[in-house]
């Protein structure tokens, strides 16, 4: 037994250490350093979650019924796989709207409706603190028992003797001086999240020591535990399921889906999710670090319960196992340790839920109640005094009803009455993030019956079996009505109270949430909102109606206002980080920039005040200035905003116009589409500023491959995509549509087909196609978040259109040219075969076909130009290219008897190239080669490494050479000696060696020979 000085000079040093430690992660912020920053800090705030319940009355509940308390925890460990679709997208609207409660969100999304608002705070106030009682009342036994190894009776204990009023004016003190030093729209406490993160980790720390104590001191590890267990007469079925009526696979089930809920929307849970969140990428280490500390915290549960059960400590007092099993055998100071465990998980829950239930009531009973009373410039300068209220209000009912609860109720009962109460917002919350047609009407009508029928279902019977109501409500019903009985409503027998419960609350809150909304319908802003909501994750979340205001206050006026509600200082922030988004003056701004700033500064205030006395408080300022908002419907509004463009934007579409006129220049002036298509991409990086763009293209197996990009790794061309509507890609491509993404991030998860650093902070995809046939995508990136303003879509919208054209064009020559020749020379064979041989009909057929082939080959060089991609490149080594190469014309040296030499030097540093590219232009060098041979001429290829970083390749022939005046056009496009001939196999090798940052060079001399020369760089990328 330890001394009660012992054991209050411990808890109040701890505390203290708590306020040290709070106070320096506020200081920390101050200086622009947060010490929360990061995903590790911010996981273990997250474990602000278990409480003393999981401390002490997840053994409490294993004793008593077994193993169904995973349910607890299974729970937030299967809808973490959700959390970043789910919870990213309740943290991405509160960011964006400053919204600091669920209470606050579910106003802001119907409408702005105050008594939304007002009925969630109440419900949840009235789920939460008995909880917030509960957990004092942990406290309390824990330090009696550590002190007199017994718990006080209540009803005799003095309060100034009592431990829970003491540490529940210190958490006051705590809540006070961290959570409400000052009021600040971002609602962020870095000191108080810094001390909670440190007491999940005290707590997981204490509970771990008391497991290895049970497990392996007082007993011979996990096997003798359970073997003694199983064979016990009493306890025996404890390690199963569906053993007995307290823990069935219903039960199971029903407390895995409350919890489920609950780790998203029990406010101090909302706070630390949203509020608390300086990072979205943070919830991706949440979502696994999280369920790993649930699986720790509860690894020794089972063991503690059982290990406390069969040293024969009372079943019923189970809750306090955790401290009994050390204080019993000798480990005091391991009790004390688990002591500090148990307060850590108490004051974290209660400080954090006192500091965001005190907001809640501000925002949505106090604020709207003073603007109906007009009170509200009496009340705005004491906004703090009343918030450092709330918390002293909220913190001391929870130690009224810690008093009036007494011992009737375990730890685990309460906690389930919580969630069950809170998760009545489920239907509404999800509605407003997924569902349009949700509504005001619904939202109120769901979570009227569901609050309703819980209190009745699930609250009123312990009220009942505690003496505070008559027991004839429970046995024969209210009125004497058997069908009204809390615990069988209706005649639903064979649930237990929290199932029984859950099924009549959730059932009728869904049904009558989807019932009334889909038969009433919202009203404007409702609609605004839910596009806001459901669109949130697509830049512009909704198209607002056009409007604007008659008068609106200056700047100044507007900080001067926002003073009111936060202090100066932030009100200067806030002004100058919307003069940081706005970069035009204030003389300059049009319609838009103002509805921008009145929208800002009532996002500002609400996140003090809330949205729905935000939007009242603003609606009345700007009335009583002479500022009301209309809607612009005439053609002269209109105009004039249109003339407001700034001498910035015109800049850019002069340039865009340029960009256009030389694009079609390009188009228009060659055949040769690689080099088309590189010419376009030239334009936007070097006349945009674009910093990575591509152009893909569909082959022909339906896939999207890259044909040529700018400033991408090679790795990038390996990537393909089968377009489906579900990746951007897809969608710009089937739509056909441009798509502009302002911000990459928001749509990370529909990136498929784009290299990983392709999309950079902002792109556009625009549909390379026709009027009738999609043929590929243009896509453009920046490294500036928004850099593609709306006015860029029609700009993209012409160019791909260009490009679209220019590859439907070599796709025509492909099947309305090369077809019909296929066509010809077929039919031309079968009349061959008919005709009398030798006759001068047949001979007439035989032209024809040669002809058809003739021509047929040459189509198919000029097809052959459109699908030149840029190289895929691999390393190799250029001697193996050239054997490759010279294995091919074997058959065509020995048919012509040409002497061939081979030179290659040996230990030629390996090549970045495209193989198959590179062997191509080689073929077609040596070719040129044996044409230009008479029989028995001499050929000789040479390798060798230059001084100058290049390797070298030369095919060197001794047969007619080529006429100094052709030489300089050589490399020209359909140029050819040749009366047969299309002229393109040159222009492609310039092209291919180009592509390889390499050069290719031609010198001749009449009836001497000619040398082909090849120079690819050794380092192309260095």
Known sequence: MLSQSTVALAAFGYLLFLFALAFYGDRRRSQGRSLIANPYIYTLSLAVYCTSWTFYGSVGKAATQGMVFLSTYLGPTLGAFAWWFVARKILRVCKENNLTTLSDFLALRFGKSSFLGALATVGVLLAIIPYIGLQLKSVSDTFTILVHRNVAVLGRANILQDTAFYVALILVIFGILFGARHLDPTERHEGMVAAVAFESLVKLLAFLSI??????????????????????????????????????????????????????????????????????????????????????????????????????????????????????????????????????????????????????????????????????????????????????????????????????????????????????????????????????????????????????????PPMVESGWLPTSILTSGPWGFPWLKPTSLFGLIGLDNLSHAFFWSMTSNILVFVCVSVLTRPDSEEEEQSGRFVDIFIGEAGRRREKRFTYLPSLDQLTQFMAKFINPQKAAEARQQFLDENKNREEEWGDQEKMQLAEFVERTIAGSIGPAAARIIMDGYLSSVGSRMEEVFDLFGRITSSLEESQEQLKRRVAELSVLYEAARKLTSSLYMPELMEGVLDLLVNRLGVERCAVRLLDGDGFLRIKSSRNLSPMAMEISIKPDMRPLLGQCLLTPQVISVADSSIVWDRLQGLYEEEPMASFVMAPIATETVSLGVLTAASNQKGFFAKEHVEFFQSLAGQLGLAVRSAQMVAHHIRNPLVAIGGFAHRLAKKLPPGSITQKYAEIIIKEAERLEKMVGDIVETTVVAIPREEESDINQVVRGALGIMKEAFEKKQIKLRVNLADGLSPLTMDVGNLKRALLQLIANALEALPSGGSLEVVTAQSPDGYVQIQIIDNGKGIPAAILPHIFDAFFSTKPAGPGLGLPIVHKIISQHGGQVSIASEENVGTTATVKLPIAKYA
Request: charged share 10%.
């Open 211 to 460: 497991g290895v104590l049970v497990s392996w001191v007082l007993f011979s590890g996990w096997g003798d535990l359970f073997g003694r267990i199983s064979r016990h007469q009493d306890f025996s079925r404890l390690p199963y399921l569906n053993t007995n009526p307290l823990n069935t696979f219903m039960l199971f089930l029903v407390e895995s889906l409350l919890a489920m809920g609950a780790i998203i929307l029990l406010p101090r849970q909302f706070h630390m999710t949203v509020v608390e969140n300086t990072e979205e990428r943070h919830l991706l280490t949440a979502m696994w670090l999280l369920p790993l500390y649930f699986f720790l915290i509860n690894l020794f549960v089972a063991p503690i319960a059982f290990g406390g059960l069969l040293l024969g400590l009372p079943q019923m007092q189970a809750d306090t196992f955790v401290l009994r099993l050390p204080l019993e055998h000798g480990y005091p100071f391991l009790a004390l340790l688990a002591f500090l465990g148990g307060l850590s998980a108490s004051t974290a829950m209660v400080a954090v839920a006192s500091i965001t239930v005190s907001t809640m009531l501000l925002n949505t009973l106090i604020m709207p109640s003073a603007l109906r009373l007009h009170l509200a410039d009496h009340l705005s300068p004491h906004l703090l005094l009343i918030k450092r209220l709330g918390i002293l209000i909220v913190i001391l009912l929870g130690y009224g009803s810690y008093r009036l609860i007494g011992v009737s109720m375990m730890l685990v009962d309460m906690g389930h009455i919580a969630f069950c109460g809170v998760v009545q917002l489920a239907p509404a919350v999800l509605g407003a993030l997924y569902w349009r047609e949700a509504n005001k009407n619904g939202a109120i009508a769901g979570i009227s019956i569901g609050f309703a029928l819980w209190a009745y279902t699930l609250v009123l």
